[in-house]
Nanobody, 115 residues
């Protein structure tokens, strides 16, 4: 059974940092490229970053140099270290495979960047 549970969000001031975690169960993590996605109010969900099972990473331009994606395959856990946060980073953050397994989205974790 596939389950994705995101955690680590919160309220942070501009320029601050947060570390998100994604705990995965089932086959989704072991055999897939994984990704962090986000959805801001009134906007479509978008990919933020992805990571292969071997640790190769890709980032969208709007987070390059600020966010770092990583994964611990032994723990079936993925992380997103977010530094230099901006108000436009405010969104609900989700993890999933890349491309995503539709129907298996978790509840997400809210990140709010505001002074």
């Amino acid at each position: 059974q596939v389950q994705l549970v995101e955690s680590g969000g919160g309220l942070v001031q501009p320029g601050g940092s947060l570390r998100l975690s994604c705990a995965a169960s089932g086959s989704i993590f072991r055999i897939n490229v994984m990704g962090w996605y986000r959805q801001a109010p009134g906007k479509e969900r978008e990919l933020v970053a992805s990571i292969t099972t071997g640790g190769s990473t890709n980032y969208r331009d709007f987070v390059k140099g600020r966010f770092t994606i990583s994964r611990d395959n032994a723990k079936n856990t993925m992380y997103l270290q977010m530094n230099s946060l901006k108000p436009e980073d405010t969104a609900v953050y989700y993890c999933n495979a890349y491309p995503p397994w539709n129907g298996y989205w978790g509840q997400g974790t809210q990140v709010t960047v505001s002074s």
